[in-house]
């Protein structure tokens, strides 16, 4: 079992309630637009931290992460990148890495709308996680938490953090 915290657009925004809201997850996982290297360590201090870099991430955060990162999470093949479209209308640069890899997850960020929807076609869990920092036209700062237990995702919550 592992217990996942999901974000992404922090755009370089601290806020404590990401420590709060992760503190019982095994891992955190970042969908891009971190927005700098100093959030990124803060958020790796709390627990194994992963994430792929983003847009408005600069050099040296696009050399400590992919711009598409693939890995196993118990026994779900996942699949992230921030710029990934949503099911129907994915991203030209990513769609046919996509329909190759077949991921049972797949998460991107970017667009600062949040949406989880089980995508039919690829037999596949679509998770965009919103925006938890304040840069954007988004109302909401949101996150995602959930459980993957072998091959099953339960648990999943939207967690609203406050008003942009």
């Given at each position: 079992m592992?217990?996942?915290?999901?974000?992404?657009?922090?755009?370089?925004?601290?806020?404590?309630?990401?420590?709060?809201?992760?503190?019982?997850?095994?891992?955190?996982?970042?969908?891009?637009?971190?927005?700098?290297?100093?959030?990124?360590?803060?958020?790796?201090?709390?627990?194994?931290?992963?994430?792929?870099?983003?847009?408005?991430?600069?050099?040296?955060?696009?050399?400590?992460?992919?711009?598409?990162?693939?890995?196993?999470?118990?026994?779900?093949?996942?699949?992230?990148?921030h710029?990934?479209?949503?099911?129907?209308?994915?991203?030209?640069?990513?769609?046919?890495?996509?329909?190759?890899?077949?991921?049972?997850?797949?998460?991107?960020?970017?667009?600062?709308?949040?949406?989880?929807?089980?995508?039919?076609?690829?037999?596949?869990?679509?998770?965009?996680?919103?925006?938890?920092?304040?840069?954007?036209?988004?109302?909401?700062?949101?996150?995602?938490?959930?459980?993957?237990?072998?091959?099953t995702?339960?648990?999943?919550?939207?967690?609203?953090?406050?008003?942009?």
């Amino acid at each position: 079992m592992l217990k996942v915290g999901l974000l992404s657009d922090t755009h370089g925004y601290w806020d404590d309630k990401y420590a709060e809201y992760f503190n019982d997850c095994d891992e955190i996982w970042h969908a891009g637009d971190i927005g700098s290297d100093m959030l990124a360590a803060r958020l790796a201090l709390l627990k194994p931290f992963r994430a792929v870099y983003g847009n408005i991430d600069g050099q040296s955060t696009r050399l400590q992460y992919p711009k598409v990162a693939h890995f196993k999470a118990e026994q779900m093949n996942i699949m992230m990148t921030h710029i990934g479209g949503y099911p129907g209308r994915y991203n030209p640069e990513i769609r046919k890495e996509l329909y190759d890899t077949r991921p049972n997850m797949f998460i991107a960020g970017h667009s600062h709308i949040l949406k989880v929807v089980f995508d039919k076609n690829l037999n596949c869990l679509y998770i965009n996680p919103g925006a938890a920092g304040k840069s954007g036209f988004h109302q909401v700062r949101t996150l995602v938490r959930f459980i993957i237990e072998g091959k099953t995702v339960r648990d999943l919550e939207v967690i609203e953090l406050g008003q942009r």
